[in-house]
């Protein structure tokens, strides 16, 4: 576990970083407005301990939204605030699973949510993933069965595939049938640009089997450290003991700025406004790839998220391209590392979300460049 690092965010984001979302454009002074408001309303009031389930103003906020926008099935005292998903899933692997147990996880995976388990020593079981997500015949007749599901339903990471609904439906039966829990991770639905977003299965599991977690890193900024779950009320209890004995609660001020931030319709507006980016960057993202970067790489436009797989066409290594880019000054994420054999079809995922299309030009420009110049090597 120490060897392979822990999970560490991006401190200065460069193209093309993966999962980064825009923050140059942030309203800064809006939020410091709703934060002076916050400060004189409350007084020192909020300089205090808060409620380690969350400041209330802000579970009815989270609530609201996930029924509304996610098709959730929430109230606010099932919301249990947090720092980030990481912590919701790491939380999860240790309250509600034993060291040991055995937990369906998606190959290709998250790696947050592949070193949480892992630190909680699960035995991990990977289950592969097509165009409509994990392949859950594997998991319905595993003869061992297993404690849980680890998902990313409605934009799976890093493939982009969207979890289809007669699968979503018999996973909520298998984990009602063996008392398994599905643990929902929709880190990135707020940007979907085309069709319609998929409810979330939380909101169709009427056997309270799932956990749904939610984050503000991408919708927002990930320095807000501010990450949530929905829980099935027998698990309420349960996690908000677990989570004071890992910090004690969220940050207050943050919490009662992030409540007035979505009440005063901001965050909705926020979201609507940097989806439209989104969508642009993407756009303008696989257009220049396809130009420039044909010889190498094939992209696969994804229908949300803030990162486009490309999966490589030559004959240069995987490493190879994400080594060359890294000299030019781009970064690349290698696709094989998240497979759980470390082996799969070979790629990098490319983020679009923090990038102008000016700097997503230069960017793919570059790109070319150091493909070229060790495609170049190769030959001679
Ligand atoms: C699939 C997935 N889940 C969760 C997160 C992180 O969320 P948080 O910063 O809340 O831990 C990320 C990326 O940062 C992600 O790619």
């Known amino acids: 576990m120490f060897r392979s690092g822990g999970v560490r965010g991006i401190l200065l984001p460069r193209p093309f970083a993966q999962g980064v979302p825009e923050t140059r454009t942030f309203p800064l002074q809006l939020w410091e407005r709703l934060e002076r408001q916050v400060l004189k309303e409350t007084g020192t009031q909020a300089l205090l301990h808060c409620d380690p389930q969350g400041a209330d103003p802000l579970r009815r906020a989270i609530a609201d939204y996930v029924n509304l926008e996610r098709g959730a099935r929430a109230t606010a005292d099932r919301v249990l ?47 592969p993933v097509n165009r409509q997500g994990i392949v859950i015949e594997q998991i319905v007749n595993d003869p061992r069965g297993g404690k849980a599901v680890s998902l990313t339903p409605s934009h799976q990471f890093p493939t ?5 609904l007669d699968r979503r439906l018999a996973l909520i039966e298998w984990a009602a049938q063996y008392q398994a829990w599905i643990i929902e991770d929709d ?5 979907h640009y085309a069709g319609k977003p998929t409810a979330c299965v939380q909101g169709l599991d009427p056997h309270d089997r799932t956990i749904y977690i939610g984050t503000f890193t991408k919708s927002l900024f990930p320095g807000l450290r501010i990450g949530y779950v929905v829980l099935p009320p027998q698990l309420v209890k349960p996690m908000i003991v677990a989570r004071s ?8 001020i943050a919490q009662l700025t992030l409540a007035r931030f979505m009440e005063g319709g901001h965050f909705g507006a926020y ?17 220049r790839v396809s130009k420039h970067l044909s010889a190498f790489v094939e992209p696969r436009v994804p229908v949300g998220g803030l990162q486009m797989p490309c999966m490589l ?3 240069l290594s995987e490493r190879d391209a994400v080594d060359a880019a890294r000299r030019f000054e781009i970064d690349l994420m290698g696709l094989s590392a998240l497979h759980a054999a470390g082996t799969g079809e070979a790629g990098f995922l490319m983020g679009f979300a923090a990038y102008t299309p000016a700097e997503i030009e230069i960017g793919v420009r570059k790109l070319a460049k150091a493909f070229q110049s060790i495609a170049s090597k190769k030959r001679r």
């Open 81 to 127: 605030v947090l720092t980030s998903s990481q912590q919701a899933m790491t939380l999860c692997a240790t309250v509600l699973l034993d060291r040991g147990d055995r937990i369906f996880i998606e190959d290709p995976v998250y790696y947050g949510a592949r070193k949480a388990f892992d630190a909680a020593s699960l035995e991990c079981v990977p289950i």
């Open 187 to 191: 880190y990135d639905s707020e940007f």
């Open 271 to 287: 979201v609507r406004a940097m989806r439209s980016m989104y969508a642009e960057r993407l756009e303008v993202l696989a257009s």
């Open 245 to 252: 004995l890992l910090d004690g609660h969220t940050a207050s």
């Open 160 to 164: 982009g595939a969207t979890l289809a």
């Open 313 to 315: 066409t030559c004959d």
